[in-house]
């Protein structure tokens, strides 16, 4: 159950920003990337390509990836592995499945994982499962879509053929939360080529059928899609959009680019045998030179109809030079054309079309270009073949468009789309014990909708357990095992057979699943209800106070029609009457409050009493399962996929050190070059002495020899860089004397420049502002010369040394006095013309709020006031306020410091003297 669920949480999480979608195929992966505001894109790698070989290499300087692994593997193809994710999630078991990935002439051993009878690599001594393999490509493919986007990318929708089993998905899944990506979704292959040609269709207003024919370097896959338009709900309207509906897939999982690779190949080994007698079958190194070339071969013929190849060196220095026409490849072929119309033949079955029924006949995949795959389809089919789409990356954009739906901020054209599901999922469900199933039910039988819910009803009295089956073609397997805990308990409780519902879902990724279980029961409930003689006293009680009420409103309506009387005859007694009336109102008060007060305590002491009954209650309640894996390869947990991610780790940290090894190596070996010119410089000889010139030397001397020696190998980046840093400390102070003698003049010559210019602008100050305090101007000048005395005694001290001797100053001190006397004229051109005192009979006090107060044009003495120049000088005056209390505040931090440290100097002093007296 963990497991499903975290599945289905990783499955259905909303990407929030950039989304990418993976066109994953067996030889290159291209990455379509969407951007909010931005435009599909394709990813360019480190080459500046836009598909990358899903390859990876090993060596000593750590692993390589894309073209670099694939030109390692030319020279050691027993480092390398290319088409990694050929066999993932599938068992070793399948004879088939290993011998179609060592026809790609991979010098790789395959070995059995016996804990999950998955196939795993074995690369000189170095056991890597398939997964593992495959996070490191999906990392790579991350690590250049962060550089192409210039930022983090997570959010993913990755391509599967159509034809992969939940145990392959699942695979994949896993494989990707390693790499860091956080798979939306998978989307078949040509879905997502199909929901790319749904973007740009201009004909929307008549039903239209597609077939897309993908033929890829591993696997033959044929779709048909229809496009229509319904109306779906946004927001609180209704909307036309297009529907795209999938109405077939059908595949040949073993005929793809690499099998015509392979027939190329075979045909210049025999030809390299023919000429030399030799046969290079023998070199692994050989055969995948060959496989490579077999691969450029096929693409150059597409183009021409003459090709001529070559391979220098192929085996024991003897070259491969031959000419290939195009002729003889299509004869090779010949045998095997048949096989290219097989499944568009079938997937017009199970769609109950017929190839005239087609609108359009798109070819996708690289393989598709070959010429004579072109005309067979057109002779035997008879169709026109279509071009609309960009082959290769079709399935990209169209996956990337298809992750942009999951996506709070990324905005597309909405499209609907359906696809089906590609397999029977029957559930059947066993007794606790049981070896037979009492029921068993078709789930989901094979073409309905994804992303679907299927319900199961019945009754039962135990605790059960449910196989999930799943029938690929003919081959029918166990996939999932859920136990599911409870039922026996609520038959128990009820004593009568518990109503039961089985939740199953069949997700966007084609995966099924038991969602949830839900029982119903009918269950005795105690309930506390009132007594039936408390009711009925309380009846009684209600009876009684409703005819006093009545019998009361009686009495006030007479009153009212004597007072009435009274005032209609009696005019002149009017007042009396007044006083009468109030008085008896005042009473009727009085003694309806203490008929209220005498009801609510009766109402206190009169408690209801309470008895308990039993009523009958149809109890809800969800059930808890636990889920085992059955199918085989088993699934990649999520435990064990942290624990690869910490081996992945380590292949980090290794290759990191690595690359640090090699700076700081190289870092090291420069800077002892560096020294030993310097050494020879005339410059650095005036500020040494000979003694320390023989001693700068010895030091590098040792270091260098250090540097050939065995223990040298086997340093590490953070012993090298501590031998470099010991060096630079030797030499530093000499290094420094001769860099301040090189810029000393000028700097002074700068200062003292400065320094004129300091007075000049003072003078200016003076004759422009009087009203700045003569003390600011007073100390301000002697700033001044107190920084260029300063500058002529350190100056005149440095003349005194000898060229070797330590420095009287540097040059940095030089401007940072400059820059106190700079801040002090600053502070001075700052300074403004002070407002004159305000009038006392406008001094209202220092809360008074000026901006409830308008006043314009007020002249006092000559000087003008407004509402806005009060608030101003408000303001001025509580920033000058909070000015001096946080100078105060430093002050009093620096003071706490100062002690402190005085503190310390006598403690350093204490515990030298207990030092020596110890």
């Known amino acids: ?135 490191m490509v999906l990392e790579h493919a991350k690590k250049i879509t962060e550089k192409f986007a210039e930022g983090h990318v997570k959010d993913c929708t990755i391509t599967v053929p159509s034809f992969w089993t939940r145990a392959q998905r699942f695979a994949l899944i896993y494989s990707a939360y390693a790499a860091g990506l956080n798979v939306l979704s998978f989307v078949n292959e040509n879905t997502a080529a199909a929901f790319y040609y749904g973007i740009d269709r201009l004909d929307n207003t008549t039903t239209h059928r597609a077939l897309f024919y993908n033929l890829g370097a591993s696997y033959l896959q044929v779709t048909i899609a ?139 995949g690289g393989v598709s270009r070959i010429p004579k795959v072109q005309d067979v389809l057109k002779d035997k089919l008879k169709v026109e073949l279509g071009t609309h789409l960009n082959g290769d990356e079709a399935m990209a954009h169209g996956a990337a468009l298809f992750a942009a739906n999951y996506s709070q901020v990324v905005h597309v054209k909405p499209l609907w789309l359906t696809d089906i599901n590609l397999y029977n999922v029957t559930a059947q469900f066993y007794t606790k014990d049981g070896s037979e199933p009492f029921k068993t039910v078709e789930v989901f039988p094979y073409g309905v909708p994804v992303r679907n819910l299927e319900r199961v009803i019945l009754k039962h009295t135990e605790d059960l357990k449910i196989i999930l089956q799943i029938a690929y073609g003919d081959k029918v397997v166990d996939a999932l095992s859920y136990d599911v805990h409870g039922i026996q308990d609520l038959f128990v409780q009820s004593g009568k057979e518990v109503d039961l519902l089985f939740l199953f879902a069949l997700d966007s990724s084609n995966l099924p699943f038991l969602y949830e279980v839900h029982s119903r029961i009918e269950v005795n409930v105690v309930k506390k209800v009132p007594k039936q003689k408390d009711k009925k006293v309380e009846e009684e009680k209600a009876t009684e106070k409703g005819e006093s009420e009545k019998e009361e409103s009686k009495n006030e309506d007479k009153v009212e029609e004597d007072n009435k009387e009274k005032e209609n005859t009696q005019e002149e007694g009017e007042n009396k009457n007044e006083e009468k009336t109030s008085e008896d109102s005042k009473e009727k008060e009085e003694h309806k409050d203490t008929e209220a007060a005498s009801e609510v305590k009766n109402s206190t002491s009169d408690k209801i009493e309470y008895e308990e009954i039993t009523v009958k209650e149809m109890q809800d309640k969800k059930l808890e399962f636990n889920e085992t894996d059955l199918e ?66 010895k030091s590098i001397s040792e270091t260098h020899d250090w540097m050939e020696s065995a223990e040298y190998t086997i340093a ?155 608030k101003n000088e408000e303001k001025k005056e509580e920033d000058k306020n909070q000015g001096q209390k946080a100078e105060e505040a430093k002050d009093e931090k620096e003071k706490t410091a100062d002690g402190e440290s005085e503190g310390e100097k006598a403690q350093e002093g204490t515990d030298k003297d207990f030092k020596e007296d110890l």
Do not use: C
């Open 716 to 870: 590490n980046s953070t012993e090298i860089k501590k031998a470099k840093k010991d060096l630079e400390g030797k030499i530093a102070d000499a290094l420094e004397r001769e860099k301040e003698s090189e810029i000393r003049d000028q700097a002074v010559a700068d200062a003292l420049a400065q320094i004129l210019k300091l007075e000049e602008k003072l003078v200016t100050i003076n004759a422009t502002k009087p009203w700045i305090p003569k003390e600011e101007m007073a100390f301000t000048r002697l700033t001044i010369n107190n920084t260029r005395s300063w500058i002529s005694e350190r100056v005149a001290e440095q003349k005194a040394k000898n060229p070797w001797d330590p420095l009287a100053f540097k040059t940095s001190e030089i401007s940072s006095k400059v820059d106190q006397a700079v801040k002090q004229v600053e502070k001075l051109q700052r300074m403004q013309k002070p407002k004159p005192k305000v009038p006392e009979f406008m001094n209202f006090g220092k809360d008074f709020d000026w901006s409830k107060v308008k006043m314009e044009n007020v002249t006092v003495d000559g000087e003008s006031y407004s509402s806005e120049d009060m």
């Open 226 to 364: 229809e496009y229509s338009t319904v109306e779906r709900m946004f927001g609180t309207t209704n909307k036309q959009i297009e529907n795209i509906q999938i109405l077939a897939h059908a595949s040949d999982k073993y005929l793809g680019g690499s099998f015509f690779d392979k027939l190329l190949a075979e045909h210049f080994v025999e030809e390299f045998q023919k000429s030399t007698g030799l046969n290079a079958r023998e070199s692994s190194r050989a055969m995948i030179r060959l496989f490579h070339q077999a691969q450029s071969t096929k693409k150059t013929l597409s183009a021409s109809k003459v090709v001529p190849v070559t391979v220098n060196s192929l085996y024991k220095e003897k070259d491969l030079k031959i000419t290939l026409t195009r002729d003889a490849f299509e004869e090779m072929m010949a045998p095997f054309l048949d096989k290219l119309v097989e499944p568009v033949n079938k997937a017009l079955e199970i769609a109950g079309l017929t190839i005239e029924q087609i609108n359009s006949f798109e070819l996708i």
């Open 632 to 697: 085989i390869p088993r699934t990649l947990k999520q435990e064990a996929a942290y624990e690869l991610m910490t081996r992945i780790g380590a292949f980090k940290t290794k290759e990191e050190e690595k690359k640090r090894l090699a700076e700081v190596k190289n870092d090291l070996e420069s800077y002892i070059y560096f020294l030993r010119e310097k050494l020879e410089e005339s410059a650095f000889i005036q500020v040494t002495q000979e003694n320390e010139r023989e001693e700068y030397s």
């Open 1 to 135: 159950m963990k497991n499903t669920i975290f599945l289905f949480y990783l499955l259905t999480f909303l990407a929030t920003a950039s989304v990418i979608g993976i066109d994953f195929g067996t030889d290159n992966f291209k990455i379509s990337l969407i951007r909010p505001g931005k435009k599909l894109v394709i990813v360019e790698n480190e080459h500046s390509k836009r598909a990358t070989p899903s390859a990876i290499a090993f060596t000593e300087q750590g692993r390589l990836f894309g073209e670099n692994a694939l030109k390692e593997q030319s020279k050691k193809p027993d480092l390398a592995i290319a088409f990694p994710h050929r066999l993932l999630g599938i068992p070793y078991t399948d004879v088939k499945a290993r011998q179609n990935f060592l026809s790609t002439f991979q010098p790789i051993e395959l070995f059995e994982d016996e804990n999950r009878t998955s196939i795993s690599y074995r690369i000189k001594g170095l056991d890597l499962t398939n997964e593992e393999v495959v996070v």
